[in-house]
């Protein structure tokens, strides 16, 4: 049988210092190239990270036009109410819409608030301390 030591010659080719040279070469190489794949993960990761926060800047600096521009109309609308032509003008039952719709009053009670609320004058269908026997107040 052939010695190992004579079989690593043969098929590597030369000597044991070059057999643990490719060896440590292979290794070498091999920690080199997952190095590599991981700074490109992260390069990719960071233009990534970087085009988003260009992008959602962008969008921010939208939003604040926009809300903005509402604002404005919001005064105007207001400001159109005012008018002493308001009831006769082409543009009021458009401000009445918008306003019906946007800027409603938030004191008041809804109206599905008020379901299954019971106020004092409500008829609450038990008898009171009266001889009222419909359980109406007197």
């Not at 003008?89 to 401000?95: D, E, G, I, Q």
């Given at each position: 049988?052939?010695?190992?030591?004579?079989?690593?010659?043969?098929?590597a080719g030369g000597s044991?210092?070059?057999?643990?040279?490719?060896?440590?070469?292979?290794w070498n190489q091999q920690r080199m190239k997952k190095a590599s794949i991981k700074l490109d993960t992260i390069k990719v990761y960071q233009d990534i990270a970087e085009s988003?926060?260009?992008?959602?800047?962008?969008?921010?600096?939208k939003i604040v036009l926009l809300q903005k521009k509402v604002s404005h109309l919001e005064i105007i609308v207001v400001r159109v109410k005012e008018c002493d032509y308001y009831p006769t003008?082409?543009?009021?039952?458009?401000?009445q819409d918008y306003?019906?719709?946007?800027?409603?009053?938030?004191e008041r009670q809804s109206e599905l608030a008020k379901i299954n609320n019971r106020h004092p004058r409500d008829d609450t269908g038990e008898s009171g301390e009266s001889d009222?026997?419909?359980?109406?107040p007197p």
């Open positions: 049988m052939m010695d190992a030591l004579t079989i690593l010659e043969w098929v044991i210092l070059s057999i643990i040279s490719n060896v440590l070469l292979f988003n926060n260009q992008l959602l800047q962008e969008q921010n600096g003008c082409p543009v009021h039952k458009l401000v306003a019906r719709e946007f800027l409603y009053r938030t009222n026997t419909a359980g109406q």
